[in-house]
């Protein structure tokens, strides 16, 4: 396991973590998340774990390789990440609930985040669900009414 804690050029802050395959990666993946954003304050910790939890147990179920965790807090938004080595894509428009094969695991991350995508690549993909860890602040209109 290779773990990497590193401002990037923005203001985000992001924590890599390599994991290996095997069956106490997500245990792994949850400890570690948990202390990295209790350390930034994250206001939706629990969440954010439950969703880094499915995610790292899809790795591990669907392929039999390592995966890469990564997430990244740019103020407003926090980017659940993990990459794996299985260029199956998961149906991230299915109907809700799973079946036989899974996909209870992403209707948890579709309810709890405000984004699901899937980035294929060569030889794996990237999944990533985004949350909303704090308040998006946009400029109020003039509510004058018009002369």
Request: aromatic fraction near 2%; charged fraction near 20%.
């Amino acid at each position: 396991m290779t773990l990497t804690a590193s401002p990037s050029t923005s203001s985000a802050t992001r924590l890599v973590v390599a994991l290996p395959w095997g069956l106490r990666s997500p245990a792994v993946a949850r400890r570690l998340a948990v202390r990295w954003l209790e350390a930034a304050d994250c206001a939706r910790t629990a969440d954010a774990v439950l969703v880094v939890s499915e995610l790292v147990t899809n790795a591990v179920r669907h392929t039999r390789g390592p995966c890469l965790l990564t997430l990244t807090d740019d103020g407003a938004y926090l980017d659940i990440a993990v990459t794996d080595h299985s260029e199956d894509m998961p149906d991230v428009h299915q109907p809700a609930g799973g079946d036989h094969r899974g996909g209870f695991g992403l209707e948890i991350m579709r309810r709890l985040g405000d984004s699901v995508r899937v980035v294929p690549r060569i030889g794996g993909k990237t999944v990533h669900v985004a949350l909303q860890v704090h308040t998006v602040h946009t400029p109020a209109r003039d509510r004058r009414r018009p002369p």
